[in-house]
């Protein structure tokens, strides 16, 4: 069916008319006509000066023209039939480390070295993927801890900006129990539903205002479920002209600190050494939290208003066409 988002605009259809009753009449010297029987006499560059009805073609033009521009701000919208979708009532929250650490190029991705950034953010959005009937958003930390994306079932929009997700982003440091803290304002609200937050890093918290500890003290106490991820392999293998070398990464996760925040919240620490090790601990997640299954049905509205902006504009200039076109 058509509904309109603004109805009441169209109560501006008659402000034209209007205006042509109220606004005062042109000078009568704009008026002023000399009619005779023959205009042979009255002739200018070969083209008779003749007089009669004015045509009304251009005044309907004008009025179709601004009764489509009218009904287009009106915003017409086609209500499609009702469509259920499946949601399980949960709310999940991604936390994702963009300090500087995570430049470190320790994981193995689809065969070529990538960083620690690149590997988490190809597996995270496989997992947002299978998120659909969830409320996914996002957050990124570092120096200080930020909202990318609030609470919505738009998974696509949160796959997209974390997919823009630059290191350095937030600052260099890792502030951790900001993040935390950030997470349970944005989910405190949110009613009964179950509240997940998923924290991914690959160091200790350096930076913030919050301690992790006491961040993840005020989460369980309200009812927020936190899985820590630590992120980064046990050693860096780096090719060189000597051939494949092996060293001590820069930096590695706290996973003490780690455990601990997921201990007290009822949730689990898992440590990600490569990409593949990874995307079991999302497959595992998956099974941990399962998703139960409502029905919610919605009606997709399709927006109609640039069919009637479209023809005013194209009547409109026809219009001014035409006149040009007769005066010249």
Partial sequence: MLQLEWPLVLLLLPLPLLAHM??????LAEQVALRVPDAGAFEFGGTAVRTGRPRRW??????????L????????????????????????MLAVDLSDSMRTGDFVLEGRQVNRLSATRAVATDFIERRRGDRVGLILFGTRAYLQTPLTFDVDTVRRLLGEAAIGLAG??????????????????????NRVLILMTDGANTAGEVAPIRAAE?????????????????EDIENSWLGLRRSSPSSQPDEATLRAIAAATGGRYFRARDSAE?????????????????????????PLF??????????ASLLLAVLSWRRR
Avoid: C, H, N
Wanted: aromatic share 6%.
């Fill in 278 to 302: 990874l995307a079991e601990i999302y497959a595992e997640l998956d099974a941990l939290e399962p998703m139960p299954r409502e029905v919610e049905r919605l009606r997709p509205i399709r």
């Fill in 22 to 27: 109220l606004l005062p009449p042109r000078a």
């Fill in 172 to 193: 260099e440091r890792t502030a951790i129990g900001d993040a935390i803290g950030l997470a349970v304002k944005r989910l405190d609200g949110a009613g009964d539903s």
């Fill in 58 to 67: 251009p005044v309907w033009l004008a009025a179709l023209a601004w009764g």
């Fill in 218 to 234: 005020l989460a369980a106490a309200r009812g927020l479920k936190i899985y820590t991820i630590g992120i980064g392999a046990d």
């Fill in 306 to 315: 640039a069919y009637p902006l479209a023809g005013a504009l194209a009547l």
């Fill in 69 to 92: 521009a009218v009904f287009a701000a009106s915003r017409p919208q086609w209500l499609g039939e009702a469509v259920s979708i499946p949601v399980s009532g949960r709310d999940l």
